[in-house]
């Protein structure tokens, strides 16, 4: 199993990003899909997820109108689309993948640091 983000990097107050995971080793389509932030200091929290087949989505609440998770079950990825970014926004992004044969807390890409500051 592997998950691979790419997309962070340094972006002003009110910049947008969009943050990908290409995934691979398990069915994706079956899986739910999260994003992750850990900012220093702090822990690890839940900014948003999609579930499989039923495309629900759910966002942190500081998040919502401002992020966009979405996936392309084509190309086994999932995106973070982030407008309106906020230094508070500054963390390294992680994908997260649960289903079926997944680890209790399911599979963890590596991160992608994102900066918001002027």
């Known amino acids: 199993v592997q998950l691979v983000e790419s997309g962070g990097g340094l972006v002003q107050p009110g910049g947008s990003l969009r943050l990908s995971c290409a995934s691979s080793?398990?069915?994706?389509?079956?899986?739910?899909m999260s994003w992750y932030r850990q900012a220093p200091g702090q822990e690890r929290e839940v900014v948003a997820w999609i579930n499989n087949a039923g495309r629900i989505t759910n966002y942190l609440d500081s998040v919502k109108g401002r992020f966009t998770i979405s996936t392309d079950n084509a190309k086994n990825t999932v995106y973070l689309q982030m407008i309106s970014l906020k230094p508070e926004d500054t963390a390294v992004y992680f994908c997260?993948?649960?289903?079926?044969?997944?680890?209790?807390?399911?599979?963890w890409g590596q991160g992608t640091q994102v900066t918001v500051s002027s």
């Open positions: 997260n993948a649960r289903g079926p044969r997944s680890p209790k807390n399911g599979y």
């Open positions: 080793g398990f069915t994706f389509s079956s899986y739910t």
